[in-house]
Each structure stands twice: as C-alpha cells, then as structure tokens.
C-alpha cells in the first residue's frame, strides 16, 4: 500500500474521511443533492441572495456587457469600470477609505497578513480563527503565536515582555469576528484597545458578520461602533451574507496603496469575473431595500435556539447564523448527520481538524430564507435522533 493509501485507509478508519456531494439546483432552502431533494441547513447564503432574482439579472447584464471571465490581473488588464465602482460601494458600506477586492477570502488573508509581516516581526492569532488566517501567519516567515481562543488577558500577557514593552517593534494581531465553527463572537472593543495600547495593528475577517451585523449589514465593527482608527485592517467576504464570491480588504488609503504593490495574492491572479462584482453591487443596494432579511433571520436564530434547549441538545454559545449542536466523536456525528439526512434535512457533521478532537458537532446554518415551518421541521428531526 503506497503511503497515500495508507493516509486514506486511516482518516476512513478515524470517521475523518471527506465527501463531496454534487448540488443540482441553486442555494436556497429546498436543495437537489445527488439527485434527491432535500431541507438545507449548511450553507452560508445567511440572506438569501444567492438566487436573488436581482442578483441574478445584475449578473447577466454584466455578461452580456463584459462578458464571462475578466481575462487578466486587476493591474494588468483586469480591472473594469465596475470592479471599481463594487470597491467604492465597499469602502463607503464599511466607512472606510478605501476597498481592494480579492478573488477569494483565503488570498486575502494570505495575500494580507504576508504583506504585512515577515522575518523580524510578530503576528499573534486566536486559536480558533479560520485556516486562511492561520495559514497566512504561519507561512509569513513571522514570529507566529496563538492566543487562548477569545482571551484577551491572553493576548495582553503575550504582547508583552518581561519589562512591559511590545516584544516586537512591527506587530499584527489577527482575529475572525464571528469565528466559523462555533458561531460566537469575539471581544472586538477589548482587542482594539489592547493593541491601540501596545501599538500592535489590528486585523479582522468579518467574513461571517458582513451583511448579517451592524446597521444595514455594515458588519461586526460598525455593529460594535469600531472604526478605521480602531482596527486599521478590516477584511470580509462576499460570498457568504451577499451571495456573490469574491472577498475585500478595507483600509486607509495608505494600507490599500501598500496592498496593491505587494499583496502577492491580488497582484498575481485573474481578477473576479465582472460579472460577478455587478451582482455584488446589487446584493449591496438589497441589504438597503430589504433590511428585513436581517431581522427575520434573528427571529429564526431565536426560534432554533428555543427549540434546540427544550429538546436538551448541546448548543453552543451562538447568537448569530451558526448554530453548532456539539456531538463529541466524528463517528457519532457523521451518525446523526445521516440519520437527519434519511429524514430529509441536511446538516453538515463538522469534525477534526476542521475543529478540535473532541469537538465534533452538527453545524446548522440559518438563512433568511427559511422558515418558521422549516425550523420546526429541523427540530422535529432533531427530536427523532
């Protein structure tokens, strides 16, 4: 047995083994999934806008206009007239200088953080932050170290020397807002003000908070009244809440000058279809006209997390889309996954590494447009487990 076999004998023997499934109909509560339709409960199109009829038409006459692929990097000849206009609309959403777009929310974390920091400097993450930032960290060449997962006496004790200084001169402290797996939240304000304190730069992925928090979808910053001064470095991704693909970063004029000249992961791909970003453009003027998706989708993360506590399932401490039943072994939670699954619904069992051995747990994900008899329906399949 070659040495690939035997890595793929032993995560099937360690109920680690990934599948694909193969999807035949648009995201949106009723799927069709290897030719059979079921309740959809683990995608991340929190409002609904996937297959947003404007979206959509966005979409299609932005092709017809420019056409399917962009057919070059933003600085070669990929940069359209409506690429602009999406990281203006960004910039102006998020009450920043300045947007760059990314053709994917892992380059933009790679691309940023090894912009920011190499050899010689620091980066300090959250343990739990999504793998795009660790990876960004670890290959950086920086000095990496994680902190104890939303512990901010944590952070403080590892910016710090024996003597009370900042270990080192050029510092980034990196951090999820809403972190993907366990759907809390972290200590935005307390994080901001320790590095504003030890003159450490502040960098967030508000990739699961865009368009869900803050006022018209502004995000988790704006939702904690953070702004560009408070954490220099915001990054969020637009095929999450806004349906599209894509990510940003938003900044100072100065950080996105600096990001176009050596972020190697904007400079060194295919910019975004244009296409793709007039439908983004869209999905950013219906989170103005239809504010009511955000409200429903708190009402339904109400009624789920009322539901779930009276049947003494094991939730965790989530007020946002991502609501994880914890399970424990990979083995028990592909189980109930599949007995969900024989009844109609689909619920994706997350296990290791995805998140720590132990952990294994059953990640609902809400959107706007379920609902309120598809959220019973869930839990009636819970109930029957």
């Avoid at 990929?78 to 947007?99: C, F, T, Y």
């Avoid at 004029?253 to 910019?271: G, K, N, P, V």
Wanted: proline share 3%; hydrophobic share 40%.
């Amino acid at each position: 047995m070659s040495a690939i076999s035997q890595k793929l004998a032993n995560k099937k023997k360690q109920g680690l083994y990934r599948t694909r499934r193969v999807l035949s109909s648009p995201q949106q509560p009723m799927v069709c999934v290897d030719d059979v339709d079921y309740l959809a409960f683990c995608s991340n199109d929190y409002l609904g806008l996937a297959n947003h009829p404007r979206v959509v038409a966005a979409f299609k006459r932005a092709a017809d206009l420019y056409g399917v692929g962009s057919g070059a990097s933003h600085l070669v000849l990929g940069h359209s007239k409506v690429h602009h206009q999406l990281e203006e609309a960004l910039a102006e959403k998020v009450g920043r200088d300045r947007a760059l777009l990314f053709s994917s929310g892992y380059m933009a974390n790679v691309g940023v953080i090894n912009a920011l920091v190499g050899a010689g400097d620091t980066v300090f993450e959250d343990k739990l932050n999504h793998a795009s930032l660790l990876d960004g960290g670890l290959i950086s060449k920086a000095k990496f170290q994680r902190y104890l997962h939303n512990d901010t006496e944590s952070l403080h004790r590892k910016l710090i020397d024996g003597e009370g200084k900042v270990a080192e001169s050029n510092t980034l402290v990196v951090t999820d807002s809403v972190f993907s797996m366990d759907g809390d939240v972290a200590p935005l304000t307390d994080l901001s003000a320790i590095c504003r304190q030890q003159d450490a730069m502040l960098m967030v992925d508000d990739a699961h908070g865009f368009g869900v928090m803050g006022e018209k979808g502004a995000g988790a910053l704006n939702a904690n009244g953070l702004t560009q001064d408070d954490v220099p470095v915001l990054m969020a991704t637009l095929g999450k809440a806004l349906g599209t693909a894509g990510a940003f970063v938003a900044g100072s004029d100065e950080l996105i000058e600096y990001l176009i000249q050596e972020a190697r992961t904007y400079i060194y791909t295919t910019a975004l279809p244009p296409a793709v970003a007039a439908a983004t453009l869209e999905s950013l003027q219906i989170l103005v006209d239809e504010s009511w998706r955000q409200d429903k989708l708190q009402q339904l993360i109400k009624r789920f997390r009322l539901g779930a506590q009276s049947l003494g399932l094991n939730l965790m401490a989530s007020s946002t889309a991502i609501q994880p039943v914890l399970v424990g072994g990979p083995d028990k939670a592909l189980a109930m996954s599949q007995k969900l699954q024989d009844q109609g619904l689909l619920v994706t069992a997350i296990r290791p590494p995805t998140v720590p051995k132990g952990t294994a747990r059953l990640r609902v994900t809400l959107s706007a447009n379920h609902s309120e008899e598809n959220i019973d329906q869930l839990l009636d399949g819970f109930s029957c487990l």
